[in-house]
């Protein structure tokens, strides 16, 4: 008796403090939300906790999604094409495959998320994205350099140490000021593509192309750039170059 008085306790303890918690709604309730929503009147998912939801394939067009808690959620194939997701939680969440094309993505924390294969042309990103992966993915045209407006806030950038970027499409996209610390960015399209002033200290840059790209003041400290294409790429201000790159 005293045993079971304890566990119930502790698990209300657990409780309390939010170690066990499910989602506010379930697949089925968020589908009848996005089944009766347009742009007028878009799906109420507004900080909502969506915490380990399967979502995956469904088409978030018409929802307002600001805020929401989308940690471990499955929302791979998903479509979330021009949301605004600004202040979402996002960390270990699976984009496998989704399309957030043209979305606004801010203050968020995508650790290591999954958005290999994913569509982020012409969005724009700030946020902590340290251990995740993009490989594969589409990030052209896309502006995820340093907000320099808010630098009362601290520098407020696309932070991508140790993200995987292998084969993505970085192609025309702005990444000023990224912190790309240990990076795999190996056969990675970055032709003309800004990373002004970026950290890639240890990225690896092996067979990427990076035609016309600016390197301007970044720094390079062990950066591998083996088999790289870098025709027109500038190089100037650039920290610890290595031999023969930008010669």
Known sequence: MHHSIKLSALLLAVLAAGGIHAAELTRAQVEQLLAKADKQHPAPLRRKDLTDLDLSGLDFRNADLWGADLRRANLSKANL????????????????????????????????????????????????????????????????????????????????????????????????????KHAKLNNANLKNADLFSAEMDGANLTGADLSGANLSSTKLHDAIFTDAIMTGARFDGAQHVPAGVGR
Do not use: Y
Not at 81 to 104: R, Y
Not at 120 to 140: H, K, L, P
């Open 81 to 180: 094409a021009g949301l605004n997701l600004d202040l979402t939680v996002m960390t270990k969440i699976n984009l496998a495959g989704a399309n957030l094309s043209g979305t606004s993505i801010f203050g968020v924390s995508l650790m290591h998320a999954d958005a290999s294969n994913a569509n982020f042309s012409g969005s724009r990103v700030i946020a902590v994205m340290e251990g995740a992966n993009f490989s594969n993915a589409d990030i052209s045209n896309a502006d995820w350099a340093a907000d320099m407006k808010n630098q009362s806030m601290g520098l407020m950038r696309a932070n991508l140490k140790g993200a995987n970027l292998s084969g993505a499409n970085l192609s025309n996209s702005k990444l000023g000021r990224a912190m790309l």
